[in-house]
């Protein structure tokens, strides 16, 4: 059973546009969703994350939105360029589940100039 | 800070061959690592967790004799991948888990081709 849900699964925007990706969780002991950037040959690095007594938190370009009630978060790149294209994965994790993670299956971006 | 490393990272083996793939944090202490594998265009899964002087715990249809590890110390863990088959051909990804920082920090993952 995938806990977590991200969408969509490839994404072109336009260069200087908005690129925006969705994820939704069910288990309610989730306390932790961290996004992270790929590109292809690497690891995973962390971009940005937010927990629940916070429903919006910003760095620089990335935006994270938080919704509790629906159990949803998304991700919102401002200004999209070029070196953004990459593959961005969502997750979710709790101390209930000794702090591992789990991950949305994925979301292909790409920017075009 | 908090950097984690992978050696190797990329390995070719034959068939029936053994691999051993190291994670290293290199600046802080890791009681707490993790293995996963990536397929191509696929998210991670998580193959098992390792805890510094105990045995891993291994999650659901991944075989613990066939990838063995070990976390003898807390800054290295190792993968081995016993009898490599064609079909383990992946994308291995460690990380370490920072306490301090609540969070975990990822390796830049070990490509193994079995031939």
């Known amino acids: 059973q995938q806990q977590v849900k991200q969408s969509p699964q490839s994404l072109i925007v336009q260069k200087g546009g908005i690129s925006i990706i969705n994820c939704a969780y069910e288990n309610t002991a989730f306390d932790y969703f961290p996004w992270y950037q790929q590109f292809p040959g690497k690891g995973p690095a962390l971009l940005i994350a937010i927990r629940p007594d916070v429903s919006e938190k910003k760095e620089g370009r990335f935006t994270i939105s938080f919704n509790k009630s629906a159990k949803q978060f998304s991700l919102h790149i401002m200004d999209s360029q070029p070196g953004d294209s990459a593959t961005y994965f969502c997750?979710?994790?709790?101390?209930?589940?000794?702090?591992?993670?789990?991950f949305g299956g994925g979301t292909r971006l790409m920017v075009k100039p | 800070g908090a950097v984690v490393s992978q050696h190797p990272s990329w390995v070719i083996c034959k068939s029936g061959t053994s691999v051993k793939i190291e994670c290293r944090s290199l600046?802080?202490?890791?009681?707490?690592m993790f293995w996963y594998r990536q397929f191509p265009k696929q998210s991670l899964m998580l193959m098992a967790t390792s805890n510094e002087g105990s045995k891993a715990t291994y999650e659901q249809g991944v075989e613990k004799d066939k990838f063995l590890i070990n976390h003898a110390s807390l800054t290295l863990s190792t993968l081995t991948v016993t009898s490599a088959h064609p079909e383990d051909s992946s994308f291995y990804i460690c990380?370490?888990?920072?306490?301090?920082?609540?969070?975990?920090?990822f390796g830049p993952g070990t490509r193994l081709t079995v031939l």
């Open positions: 990380s370490a888990w920072l306490a301090s920082y609540n969070e975990q920090f």
């Open positions: 997750a979710a994790s709790g101390l209930d589940a000794g702090n591992m993670l789990t």
């Open positions: 600046d802080f202490q890791a009681t707490t």
